[in-house]
């Protein structure tokens, strides 16, 4: 018997795809969505080979489509019957140093992390609140602690708008929902494979994602994961001036 429906956005690739594996393994069944149609199918086939009792539907989205998200939203509800929780996990870590002829890529994180996270959660939250019930989780990243700087800079930036929105969305109390903001160190996935090998405190990626459906399930209101070392790197992060930050990122 399912656990309950759960849609998770950019499941084609990195951390998404990691969690659509394991909350699978839980008995849940999934609503799978993201630009590569192709590599989708094939987490379908992997998940029904693994794990036959799953229900899995798929979808093309591009979470910068308001429309779509809407209309993909509305077709895993119509299947399902209900929809218990929404994964908002699509991201783009494109980025250039402001001002270097990278507006272009700059523009696609900030649409993709924060526009496109609003327009999920604007539409999760339509169905949450007709159902009375459900739970919002909004992937952010460690580098919504501070401002960072380069190629980071809109990418944090945007991540940050995701953490206000969730903080925001706790503070309103809606009955029945939760809201959960996670807050990933990192974990290597797609978006950070070319700096992985030089990257101090880089986890793999089943373990680190193990720890976000850990907090997930618990219905963390904030969590980062996993918890060494990010929980005191953050406590740290808040404090020191931007001169050490700046040398930290």
């Not at 979808?59 to 489509?65: E, G, I, K, S």
């Amino acid at each position: 018997m399912s656990k309950g429906t759960i849609i998770i956005t950019g499941a084609s690739s990195g951390l998404g795809e990691e969690m659509a594996r394991q909350f699978a393994a839980r008995g849940y069944d999934l609503g799978l969505c993201a630009r590569r149609v192709d590599r989708l199918t094939a987490l379908k086939d992997e998940l029904a080979e693994a794990h036959p009792g799953v229900r899995v539907e798929i979808a093309a989205l591009d979470v910068t489509d308001d429309d779509g998200v809407r209309a993909t939203f509305g077709v895993f509800r119509a299947a399902f019957g209900t929809v218990d929780r929404v994964i908002v996990n699509a991201g783009s870590g494109l980025g250039a140093a402001l001002g270097t002829g990278g507006a272009a890529a700059n523009r696609t994180t900030a649409m993709t992390n924060f526009v496109g996270a609003l327009s999920q959660s604007e539409h999760a939250l339509e169905i949450f609140r007709a159902q009375q019930r459900g739970h919002l989780v909004l992937i952010s990243s460690f580098s919504a602690v501070r401002g960072m700087r380069r190629s980071m800079t809109v990418y944090a930036a945007s991540k940050a708008g995701v953490a206000a929105l969730a903080e925001g969305l706790r503070s309103e109390r809606i009955p029945g929902v939760d809201i959960s903001l996670i807050l990933p160190g990192y974990i290597r996935s797609e978006i950070n494979a070319a700096a992985a090998d030089r990257t101090k405190f880089m986890v793999d990626t089943v373990p680190g994602v193990a720890s976000m459906v850990a907090a997930i399930e618990a219905r963390r209101a904030v969590a980062y994961v996993p918890s060494w070392p990010w929980v005191p790197l953050a406590v740290a992060m808040k404090v020191l001036p931007l001169s050490i930050v700046r040398k930290l990122t």
